[in-house]
């Protein structure tokens, strides 16, 4: 199986920057790429950004864009989303997602992790 668990999460002033941090464990064989998805009340999950391992390239929502900085520590299987400038519609849980190919498997698996709550408030 495989596990990824979620930190960083809290309440943070408009303005402020919190940093999430989501670690990779289990039967890992390769980790193709990892990412950050969102979910706010009554809307859907969206994605935030997400990093490729082969190259490190990435990508980023244009809401976020400037303003959050994906990053992966590729020997810790640990991707990091810096979040500066928060603002009030930043507010959301914020989930880790990642394909990874098992041990004694060939293709990928999505996994999700449980998600932690961001809060943008004065």
């Known amino acids: 199986q495989v596990q990824l668990v979620e930190s960083g999460g809290g309440l943070v002033q408009p303005g402020g920057s919190l940093r999430l941090s989501c670690e990779a464990s289990?039967?890992?064989?390769?980790?193709?790429?990892m990412g950050w998805y969102r979910q706010a009340p009554g809307k859907e999950r969206e994605l935030v950004a997400v990093?490729?391992?082969?190259?490190?390239?990435?990508m980023y929502a244009d809401s976020v864009k400037g303003r959050f900085t994906i990053s992966r520590d590729n020997a810790k299987n640990t991707v990091y989303l810096q979040m500066n400038n928060l603002k009030p519609e930043d507010t959301a849980a914020y989930y880790c997602?990642?394909?990874?190919?098992?041990?004694?498997?060939?293709?990928?698996?999505?996994?999700w992790g449980q998600g932690t709550q961001v809060t943008v408030s004065s």
């Open positions: 997602n990642a394909a990874v190919v098992r041990t004694f498997e060939r293709v990928p698996y999505r996994y």
């Open positions: 289990g039967s890992i064989f390769s980790i193709n790429d």
């Open positions: 990093i490729i391992s082969s190259d490190g390239s990435t």
